[in-house]
T-cell receptor
Framework: GAGVSQSPSNKVTEKGKDVELRCDPI?????LYWYRQSLGQGLEFLIY????????KSGLPSDRFSAERTGGSVSTLTIQRTQQEDSAVYLC???????????????FGPGTRLTVL | AQSVSQHNHHVILSEAASLELGCNYS??????LFWYVQYPGQHLQLLLK??????LVKGIKGFEAEFIKSKFSFNLRKPSVQWSDTAEYFC???????????FGKGTKLSVKP
């Protein structure tokens, strides 16, 4: 079946502009995660959604970052007033359910490479 | 807080050499352990995982990992590497009330033909 998809694959923006990154999880997966991968920082957790529960935002680096998940499926990560240090690859992952430890393997999308000039 | 340490930043091997990549984690409770691989230009893929049961787990492409609870380790091994194993390898853990993965910094493996 189809995997996790993300769009756009690449985004170049100017400092100070807002960007939106999209993630389509695997159909039927109730848990959705955002991470970012940058040189020197490795892979960092940003936020995750589980069903209709309030999202865990503990990994968001600043209040310029926000995310929403509509209808329990597609998610959008928004970065306002982008800064050069926001340049990274933003990865989305989904899993069947974080509560079922036998099946909570996370499957990753190809990522969105964000470059802030 | 949980953390994951991967001891080797970059490993260079010749084909047919044996591989062992170290991974240690800090967390006192029940954990799930993962190794992901990222081939050049591709996205993260699951290599293998440990949730419970036999501490020696086998993954794709001949890789295996052993969970040693007393050492808080989950080292990745392969008896004979191939050029196509050139990639970056990430150890990750989650546990307790955390659903998100905590990743190590990654180990870049270069295999010389």
């Amino acid at each position: 079946g189809a995997g996790v998809s993300q769009s756009p694959s690449n985004k170049v923006t100017e400092k100070g502009k807002d960007v939106e990154l999209r993630c389509d999880p695997i159909s039927g997966h109730t848990a959705l995660y955002w991470y970012r991968q940058s040189l020197g920082q490795g892979l960092e957790f940003l936020i995750y959604f589980q069903g209709n529960s309030a999202p865990d935002k503990s990994g968001l680096p600043s209040d310029r970052f926000s995310a929403e998940r509509t209808g329990g499926s597609v998610s959008t990560l928004t970065i306002q007033r982008t800064q050069q240090e926001d340049s990274a690859v933003y990865l989305c992952a989904s899993s069947v359910s974080e509560w079922d430890r036998d099946t909570d393997t996370q499957y990753f999308g190809p990522g969105t490479r964000l470059t802030v000039l | 807080a949980q953390s994951v340490s991967q001891h080797n930043h970059h490993v260079i091997l010749s084909e047919a050499a044996s591989l062992e990549l170290g991974c240690n984690y800090s967390y006192g409770g029940t954990v799930n352990l993962f190794w992901y691989v990222q081939y050049p230009g591709q996205h993260l893929q699951l290599l293998l995982k440990y949730f419970s049961g036999d501490p020696l787990v086998k993954g794709i492409k001949g890789f295996e990992a052993e969970f040693i609870k007393s050492k808080f380790s989950f080292n990745l091994r392969k008896p004979s590497v191939q050029w196509s194993d050139t990639a970056e390898y990430f150890c990750a853990v989650n546990g307790g009330s955390q659903g998100n993965l905590i990743f190590g910094k990654g180990t870049k493996l270069s295999v010389k033909p």
